[in-house]
């Protein structure tokens, strides 16, 4: 028997699930118009996360970022494996997190999440950080 507030929960999650799955589909189409159309903007140097990020922003890894985030996307909105994709949204966006703020503290101008579309750092952050919090707010139960 489900008690009410699993039955928030899971409402929360199910709404919460299609606004995830729709930042990744923009954010994957964003990126996927700048990898077929533009190089790739150089990282920032001299910062101690110069290396790491210089390896996140090789294009065959972005291309392999943009077919994720897609499969992602269509697995969230499918509604399948509801329990699995929570833990994986959660890791995702915890790292997701990670990267922005590693691309804040080196002075990087935009996090890269938008293809072309320059956006700070710090401001993906905080919006990647609140939907971590949101999903532990809505936990799904791991079965």
């Known amino acids: 028997m489900t008690t009410m507030r699993e039955k928030i929960s899971h409402f929360g999650f199910a709404q919460l699930s299609f606004i995830i799955a729709a930042i ?21 140097q001299g910062s101690l996360f110069t290396p790491l990020l210089e390896l996140l922003n090789h294009r065959y890894l972005q291309m392999a970022v943009v077919i994720s985030e897609i499969l992602f996307a269509l697995i969230l909105i499918s509604g399948l494996w509801r329990s699995w994709i929570w833990l994986l949204s959660l890791l995702g966006f915890t790292a997701f997190t990670l990267v922005s703020v590693m691309k804040a503290i080196s002075g990087e101008s935009s996090c890269g999440c938008f293809g ?28």
């Open 24 to 44: 990744l589909l923009i954010a994957a189409g964003l990126k996927a118009y700048q990898l077929a159309t533009a190089p790739l903007p150089p990282v920032v």
């Open 116 to 143: 072309t579309i320059t956006v700070n750092p710090w401001l993906t952050a905080t919006f990647d950080a609140t939907i971590v919090g949101l999903l532990l707010v809505f936990r799904e139960r791991i079965d």
